[in-house]
């Protein structure tokens, strides 16, 4: 028995994909014209396949799973449901305009074109305002679409906003934040998806070491009580005698997000020797 996962042939999320399930010790033989291959060491198959084509797989139940944009999934994927969320190939679905029209609300966007290549996240968005618009479904380059009077706004992907800033246009209404997901199909067995709980345990241990570091520091003994209430630790921070007498090593798990306050804070409270570690693992 082995699951079938669809990930990405090539595109935004096919490096990605494929990085984190090496990080969760899967090794695949990856011969780039493969549209199918085995993972070495556990019992999974990969489905190399177009991101915007993976919905119809899930629901048909060729594949058990997918690594796929979220975007996508609301598109085209109802009924299929997200186990995990994956933390990369980060971006918005958003309506923007030429930078020259006036915006005050999308009330300004009754009656007018709108481009896009996600008609249904459009058409839902628009209609939980009260607006109608005419939408023009085109496959990419959507952002040329007002510069060439085809349209006279879009819908689309925003990153970085400089497509947009590139076309002349700007972003006037956010409509969705999307990241990588790991998606399941609604007809999975229940033998694989005992794999996928398997898959998905390590997942998340990876996606947790990925977000923490390990730190280590050096302190002096009457410093360790005011030093351990800054740091968090897993359970509680392990304090180890050094061989200087009244010095003591103090190692704890710090999350990424709030880190450099608490280095600072550690700083202030008399902390020296400061060592930062990346996580290659959190096993909870
Ligand atoms: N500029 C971007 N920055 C971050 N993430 C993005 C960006 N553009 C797209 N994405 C995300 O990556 C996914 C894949 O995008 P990509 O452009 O590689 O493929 P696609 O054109 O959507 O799909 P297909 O594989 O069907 O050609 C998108 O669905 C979206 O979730
Ligand atoms: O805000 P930015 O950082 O500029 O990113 C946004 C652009 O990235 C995506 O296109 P992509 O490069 O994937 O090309 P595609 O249309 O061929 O998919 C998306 O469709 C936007 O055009
Ligand atoms: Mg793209």
């Not at 490096?15 to 090794?27: N, Q, R, T, V």
């Not at 979220?70 to 085209?76: A, D, Q, T, W």
């Not at 029209?101 to 996240?121: F, M, V």
């Not at 794999?195 to 390990?214: A, N, P, T």
């Amino acid at each position: 028995m082995k699951l079938k996962i669809a990930v990405q042939k090539s595109g935004r999320l096919n490096e990605d994909s494929l990085g984190l399930l090496k990080d969760c010790g899967i090794s695949i033989d990856n011969g780039r014209d493969q549209l199918k291959a085995e993972a070495k060491n556990f019992p999974m198959e990969i489905y190399y396949l177009r991101n915007g084509d993976i919905p119809q797989y899930l629901k048909d139940g060729v594949v058990d799973c997918a690594i796929i944009g979220e975007n996508v999934l609301v598109e085209k994927g109802n009924g299929i449901s997200i186990a995990e969320k994956l933390g990369f190939s980060k971006c918005r679905v958003s309506l923007a305009i030429p930078k020259s029209e006036k915006y005050t609300t999308i009330n300004d966007l009754n009656g007018k074109r709108i481009a896009t290549s996600y008609p249904e996240t459009t058409k839902n968005y628009l209609a939980s305002k009260g607006i109608s618009a005419d939408l023009h479904i085109i496959n990419g380059s959507v952002e040329i679409a007002p510069n060439i009077g085809l349209a006279d706004a879009i819908c689309d992907i925003v990153s970085s906003g400089s497509t947009l800033f590139k076309n002349n246009l700007k972003e006037v209404e956010v409509m969705m934040k999307s990241e990588a997901v790991l998606a399941v199909s609604p007809t999975i067995s229940s033998e694989r998806n005992t794999i996928l709980e398997k898959l998905r345990f390590r997942i998340q241990s990876v996606l947790k070491g990925r977000d923490s570091k390990y730190v280590l520091l050096n302190a002096p003994n009457e410093k360790l009580e005011q030093i351990t209430t800054i740091l968090p630790g897993m359970k509680s921070p392990t304090i180890l005698p050094l061989a200087q007498e009244g010095w003591s090593s103090i190692h704890s798990v710090i999350d990424q997000e709030e880190f450099w306050d608490i280095i600072d804070k550690l700083k202030e409270a008399g902390a020296e020797g400061i060592l930062v570690c990346p996580i290659e693992k959190m096993v909870l």
